[in-house]
Nanobody, 126 residues
Framework: QLVESGGGSVQAGGSLRLSCAVS????????MGWFRQAPGKEREGVAS???????SYADSVKGRFTISQDNAKNTLYLQMRSLQTEDTAMYYC??????????????????????WGQGTQVTVSA
C-alpha cells in the first residue's frame, strides 16, 4: 500500500514536501517514482529513485525537486522548491522494477510501475 501526503496550496516560488508511506512489502524491493497528472493532461514522470540511491529527474523539475527515501521508515519523499504554476497537478507515488537506459536510471513510464498510491493534490497559484 502506498499512501501520499503533504500536498496543498502554495504560492509560486514556495516549497512543499510530499511523503509516500509504504507498507505491505519490503521497501527496498522496488524502484520508487513520483508521477503527476494535471487536468486534461497525461500522467508524466517526475522523478525516480532506486534502492541503491540512484535518481532520475524530468527536465522540467531538475534543480528544483529532490527525491529521497528513508528505508528505515519505509517512506519516499519529494522535496519541491521554487514551485511554478505549471507544477499544479495530482502527484502520485509508485513502485516498480526500475528502468535503466544507457547505464543510468530512467523514470520510465506508467506501465513500468505496478503499484500506485491514491495521489495528493498540489496547487500552485501565481
Amino acid at each position: 500500500q502506498l499512501v501520499e501526503s503533504g500536498g496543498g496550496s502554495v504560492q509560486a516560488g514556495g516549497s512543499l514536501r510530499l511523503s509516500c508511506a509504504v507498507s505491505g512489502y519490503t521497501y527496498s524491493t522496488y524502484c520508487m517514482g513520483w508521477f503527476r497528472q494535471a487536468p486534461g493532461k497525461e500522467r508524466e514522470g517526475v522523478a525516480s529513485i532506486d534502492s541503491d540511491g540512484s535518481t532520475s529527474y524530468a527536465d522540467s523539475v531538475k534543480g528544483r525537486f529532490t527525491i529521497s527515501q528513508d528505508n528505515a521508515k519505509n517512506t519516499l519523499y519529494l522535496q519541491m522548491r521554487s514551485l511554478q504554476t505549471e507544477d499544479t497537478a495530482m502527484y502520485y507515488c509508485a513502485a516498480g522494477a526500475g528502468v535503466y537506459r544507457d547505464g543510468g536510471l530512467d523514470i520510465g513510464s506508467e506501465r513500468d510501475y505496478g503499484y500506485w498510491g491514491q495521489g495528493t493534490q498540489v496547487t500552485v497559484s501565481a
